[in-house]
């Protein structure tokens, strides 16, 4: 089974600083794809970011970043310079050979503050 | 069409009426799939299709739901005798492979 955990359930972090949202998974896959989606008030999922569990190197967009640690099955993401527009949920995802579709976690809900 | 499009963006019906939903992907993603995400909860897979075949139906909570695709293109999400439970944000995604999803900005159906 793949299974998807995110244990913050609410963060908050301040204008122009950085946050670090966890998230934990769980595969018998060795090949998978991990994302970070973000959804604002609009409800419109919007893809962050991907890493390839096969790549070692760290995926990087802008302000994002992750810190994927494959043996420990860990997927962080990073938000450098936090920004207002930063608001929103956070739902990390795992894409594996097991299954047909993304499986979520619950996400984590981000408060930025002035 | 340059996004995945949903209708209706929000759906107030009666307890044991049936709805319909609609997910138009993107042009040429033959992966679809519809989610639903109750209040303050993740994402609920239930149902995806390849094509116009649905290889995995398996998170269709009960047999009042069915989908359908035709012509590799659009999908219909229909919910026979809605139930309040059933209140939800229905999102439906397309892909063309692993680059992940594109989500559409979901129909919220409230069943009063």
């Known amino acids: 089974a793949q299974t998807v955990t995110q244990s913050q359930p609410e963060m908050s972090v301040q204008e122009a600083e950085t946050v670090t949202l966890s998230c934990t998974y769980d595969?018998?896959?060795?090949?998978?794809?991990l994302f970070w989606y973000k959804q604002p008030p609009s409800r419109q999922m919007i893809l962050v970011i991907r890493?390839?569990?096969?790549?070692?190197q760290n995926a990087t967009e802008n302000r994002f970043s992750v810190n994927f640690q494959k043996a420990a099955k860990s997927f962080s993401l990073k938000i450098s310079d936090s920004q207002l527009g930063d608001a929103a949920m956070y739902f990390c995802?795992?894409?594996?050979?097991?299954?047909?579709?993304?499986?979520f976690g619950k996400g984590t809900s981000l408060l930025v503050t002035p | 069409g340059a996004g995945v499009s949903q209708s209706p963006s929000n759906k107030v019906t009666e307890k044991g009426k049936d709805v319909e939903l609609r997910c138009d992907p993107i042009?040429?993603?033959?992966?679809l799939y519809w989610y639903r995400q109750s209040l303050g909860q993740g994402l609920e897979f239930l149902i995806y299709?390849?094509?116009?075949?649905?290889?995995?139906k398996s998170g269709l909570p009960s047999d009042r739901f069915s989908a359908e695709r035709t012509g590799g293109s659009v999908s219909t999400l229909t919910i026979q005798r809605t139930q309040q439970e059933d209140s939800a944000v229905y999102l439906c995604?397309?892909?063309?492979?692993?680059?992940?999803?594109?989500f559409g900005s979901g129909t919220r159906l409230t069943v009063v």
């Open positions: 995604a397309s892909s063309l492979g692993e680059d992940g999803y594109t």
């Open positions: 595969t018998s896959e060795s090949d998978y794809y």
């Open positions: 890493q390839e569990a096969y790549k070692q």
């Open positions: 995802a795992l894409d594996s050979n097991s299954g047909y579709a993304l499986n």
């Open positions: 042009s040429g993603h033959t992966a």
């Open positions: 299709f390849q094509g116009n075949s649905a290889p995995d």
